[in-house]
Structure formats: C-alpha cells, structure tokens
C-alpha cells in the first residue's frame, strides 16, 4: 500500500511499511554455549545407549538395566522393580521431574536457549 502524502508533486508517494531487511543467525560463543552443548551430549547419549545397558537381576528376570514391561506389568529400573501397585511413587517422581524442569525454565531458560 502506498498512500499520497499531498505535500507536493503528483504522483509522490511514501511507503506505510519497511523495507524488507534479511535477518541472519548470529554465531554465539563462550561458557554457558559450551556448557549447553556438552550437557546435551552428554543427556542423548545417556539416552540413546541405555537401551543397550545390561543389568543382573537373577535366574528368569529379564537383563536390560531399563525396561518398561507392559505385558508383564512391571518397569525396571536398574535396581528397581515397580509393579501396578507403587505406580503413585513414580507418579510422584514423575511430578517432582515435571515441577523442577519448569522451576529451572523460569529461572534459566535464556541461559539455555541463548
């Protein structure tokens, strides 16, 4: 849209919007870039390999340190077994998780996404 501005010759006109202007991503350096990135390392290879994580729990258990047993009504984790009856202790866990990581995005989550 262009509207005439009426302050003089014919045909002149001002715009009513800016000019389009690029916007390029900035590269960002220093402490807390390096701490993000090796923490996220660090948190996906704990989460891509402990699937592979092997744990003795005995004779007709199964072997997988992390295990979420839906047939057998069972979750494994590491040394601890949780059956259908103690899910509100990990309900309660899972709470405490949920309530932290929202505490810790108010407090730091620029440090975090930059």
């Known amino acids: 849209m262009r509207a005439d501005t009426g302050s003089g010759g014919v045909g002149e006109t001002n715009s009513l919007y ?15 870039r390096n701490i ?3 923490l996220m ?18 004779p007709l258990a199964p ?17 601890i077994e949780i059956w259908p009856q103690e899910v509100y202790y990990f309900t309660g866990l899972l709470i405490i998780a949920a309530m932290t990581l929202f505490l810790m995005n108010a407090v730091a989550g620029r440090i975090w996404c930059g």
Do not use: M, N
């Not at 992390?66 to 590491?78: A, H, I, K, M, T």
């Open 18 to 32: 800016a000019e389009h202007k690029k916007v390029f991503p900035q590269a960002v350096k220093g402490r807390f």
């Open 36 to 38: 993000k990135w090796s």
């Open 41 to 58: 390392a660090i948190t996906l290879g704990i989460y891509y390999f402990l699937p592979f994580v092997r744990w003795d729990r005995g």
């Open 63 to 79: 072997d997988q340190a992390v295990l979420v047993d839906l047939p057998g009504r069972r979750f494994y984790f590491f040394f």
